[in-house]
């Protein structure tokens, strides 16, 4: 099954979670009961987690924008939310002469520049990879609305996928930015985590490519 590069640098990642885990197993004993020295794996795991997904999202939004400029026939043809949002930011230019960035194939470099851009200002911002800030990231980068209703798998709807993450992203800020959260990080937290991030990775990617798809006439990958 053909995939994303991006989908294919978040799995060559997870091979620091499952070393983590791997680690988590050699040094503790078999059986039932609170494993106690190893809450800081749990709390690197949650990290390196959080991370490798906000670097996906990241990553997917950068090749499918390239995929775009690559194999839309014209401006025209472009996601129709990508169009509004790139014609709202040059008629807001102060230069009255911005529009005609887009002539020709003059909007293909636009769609770069606005990607670059938008990166920094992420970064700028320190935004967290929730729910809403990837909802924000794929319309922004790509002009694909609420990506994340297509959160949703036998067992799990899209409120409690997106709460889920959520949760879990808000955890990982504790750690990250007091060293310790309000709760103990198990093993369990680790791999409910881990197995939720791969689960949404394919339905992102799922839903990215039926879009671009339907935009270009051509799969992305």
């Not at 989908?7 to 885990?21: Q, V």
């Not at 390196?48 to 390239?66: G, H, K, N, P, R």
């Not at 955890?171 to 959260?181: F, N, Y």
Request: with cysteine.
């Amino acid at each position: 099954m053909k995939t994303s590069r991006a989908r294919k640098a978040f799995n060559e990642n997870c091979s620091d979670i499952d070393r983590l885990l791997e680690i988590h197993s050699d040094i503790t004993p078999e059986g039932r009961g609170r494993k106690w020295k190893v809450e800081a794996l749990h709390k690197s795991a949650f990290v390196l987690i959080t991370a490798f997904w906000e670097a996906f999202c990241e990553d997917l939004a950068a090749e499918v924008l390239d995929h775009l400029v690559k194999h839309s026939a014209s401006a025209s043809s472009l996601p129709s939310e990508l169009q509004k949002l790139v014609a709202r930011e040059l008629k807001g230019d102060a230069h009255d002469l911005a529009v005609w960035q887009l002539a020709d194939n003059g909007w293909r470099n636009v769609l770069l520049s606005r990607l670059a851009k938008l990166q920094e200002d992420r970064n700028r911002k320190l935004n967290t990879p929730k729910t809403a800030q990837i909802d924000d990231l794929f319309k922004n980068a790509v002009g694909i609305e609420n990506i994340s209703r297509a959160w949703h798998w036998s067992g799990m709807k899209i409120a409690s996928a997106a709460t889920k993450l959520d949760d879990f992203v808000t955890l990982r800020g504790e750690i990250a930015h007091r060293g310790s959260a309000a709760k103990s990080v198990t093993k369990q937290h680790v791999t409910d985590y881990y197995n939720h991030v791969k689960r949404l990775t394919g339905r992102t990617e799922m839903r990215v490519a039926e879009a671009i798809t339907t935009s270009t006439g051509k799969t992305p990958w």
